[in-house]
């Protein structure tokens, strides 16, 4: 298994809290991603990482801010959550970005009540 | 029309069945395809990637690529109640941007 790890791994709080979730990879890969699940909506996007400092928004970036200091973490920040962005999150990594196979973490189930 | 399109389900099929996913894609630019697997509660898993139109196949798993007509199955032989969950199909546009692009997943079914 691709040595990735998420934390925490579920988390409940409350609207206008800040929340951060982390993504940490063992694998030194370059291209590494934020994803929510919704039920009907699958996968979708939220940011994505290039390289250290690199990042760039996915199709759902609005309200959701990233960083990446050190090529093995990276993370996803809600500055105030909201009940909309209640969801389970999944990081991703890949070595040669989107043309190539990505690694996903176990996951981070938020409530946000 | 949404960039990756795939039926939701349930697709049920019987244990020793063919099950036939599809996903159409809008970016004709598109040049390699991946399916992923993900069982309830888990995170997706790759199980097949396709590069070139015709068939690729892996075990009981057979992607099929139809570049002109813009969509790529997945096949499932003999199929294993350990094969329900929900495929994720991936078309990544044009060029490596980085971004990933996935249909919304169908759920199959296998019933013993």
């Known amino acids: 298994d691709a040595g990735i790890t998420q934390s925490p791994r579920h988390k409940v709080t409350e609207t206008g809290t800040p929340v951060t979730l982390r993504c940490h990879q063992t694998?030194?890969?370059?291209?590494m991603y934020w994803y929510r699940q919704d039920p009907g909506h699958g996968l979708r996007l939220i940011h994505y990482?290039?390289?250290?400092?690199?990042?760039d928004k996915g199709e759902v970036s609005d309200g959701y801010s990233v960083s990446r200091s050190k090529t093995e973490d990276f993370l996803l920040t809600l500055e105030s959550a909201t009940s909309s962005q209640t969801s389970v999150y999944f990081c991703?990594?890949?070595?040669?970005?989107?043309?190539?196979?990505?690694?996903f973490g176990p996951g981070t189930r938020l409530t946000v009540l | 029309q949404k960039e990756v399109e795939q039926n939701s389900g349930p697709l049920s099929v019987p244990e020793g069945a063919i099950a036939s996913l599809n996903c159409t894609y809008s970016?004709?630019?598109?040049?390699?395809f991946f399916w992923y697997r993900q069982y309830s509660g888990k995170s997706p898993e790759l199980i097949m990637f396709?590069?070139?139109?015709g068939d690729k196949e892996d075990g009981r798993f057979t992607a099929q690529l139809n570049k002109a007509s813009q969509y790529v199955s997945l096949l499932i032989r003999d199929s294993q109640p350990s094969d329900s969950a929900t495929y994720l199909c991936?078309?990544?546009?044009?060029?490596?941007?980085?971004?990933?692009?996935f249909g919304q997943g169908t759920t199959l079914q296998v019933k013993p």
């Open positions: 970016d004709r630019g598109s040049q390699s």
């Open positions: 991703a990594i890949s070595a040669g970005g989107s043309t190539d196979t990505q690694y």
């Open positions: 694998e030194n890969h370059r291209y």
């Open positions: 990482s290039y390289g250290v400092k690199d990042t």
């Open positions: 396709i590069y070139s139109n």
């Open positions: 991936d078309v990544p546009g044009s060029g490596n941007t980085g971004k990933l692009i």
